[in-house]
């Protein structure tokens, strides 16, 4: 059964301390998305991707965030300098297409910044 | 102001009873409702939808009720099994908004007791 991939599954980091995230989405899936969930919430959006473009990138927060999917497949997301407040799981979703309402997540990073 | 809101952050039923799950909206703009299953330390899992059209979606022991005019949704899973027992999350998509981005409720933690 395809899945999506993501790694590493657990990080650990002191602030200010740059950290990267990587995603490989179900094979033919156009659209991707980056959500973080801090404990006790439910997924929030980050960023999402129609093949290498940014669709949506309005609650990224941009000073510190970045992500890129330069060839339209697997993605990264990265954070720099990190903050104690991005403790957090980093859940990535995919989906057939911008049209799917049905979006296939990973296992997630779970980030805790020291 | 949340959009989606699970108002019980807990629920614990007895294995072979009826669970139900609920789920608030205020956005008249969602087309598509879901609900996603989570495990500890892994990825929200795609359980069932249903369309804005629609009243009621069945699959197998899960059946999801959508009430339009209340602007509320539930999720019936019956009989209750100990393996049912994960986080719940209701989760809505806005038509012709943001590429089919979700917004998700904080999530109900269901606990089948054996």
């Known amino acids: 059964e395809a899945e999506v991939a993501q790694s590493p599954r657990y990080k650990i980091t002191e602030k200010s301390q740059a950290v990267a995230f990587w995603c490989d989405p179900i094979s033919g899936h156009a659209t991707l998305y980056w959500y973080r969930q801090i404990l006790g919430q439910g997924p929030e959006l980050l960023v999402q991707?129609?093949?290498?473009?940014?669709?949506?990138d309005s609650q990224l927060p941009k000073d510190r965030f970045s992500a890129e999917r330069l060839k339209g497949v697997d993605s990264t997301l990265k954070i720099q300098p990190a903050e104690l407040g991005d403790s957090a799981m980093y859940l990535c979703?995919?989906?057939?297409?911008?049209?799917?309402?049905?979006?296939?997540f990973g296992p997630g990073t779970r980030l805790t910044v020291t | 102001d949340q959009q989606v809101k699970q108002n019980s952050p807990s629920l614990s039923v007895q294995e072979g009873r009826i669970s139900i799950l609920n789920c608030d909206y205020t956005n008249s703009m969602f087309d598509y409702f879901l609900w996603y299953k989570k495990y500890p330390a892994e990825g929200p899992t795609f359980l069932i939808s249903i369309s804005s059209i629609k009243d009621k979606n069945e699959d197998g022991r899960f059946t999801v009720f959508l009430n339009k005019s209340a602007k509320h949704l539930s999720l019936h899973i019956v009989p209750s099994q100990p393996g049912d027992s994960a986080v719940y999350f209701c989760a809505a998509r806005v038509y012709g908004g943001s590429q089919g981005n979700l917004i998700f409720g904080k999530g109900t933690k269901l606990s089948v007791k054996p």
């Open positions: 991707f129609q093949d290498e473009s940014v669709v949506d």
């Open positions: 979703a995919s989906a057939p297409g911008q049209g799917s309402h049905e979006q296939y």
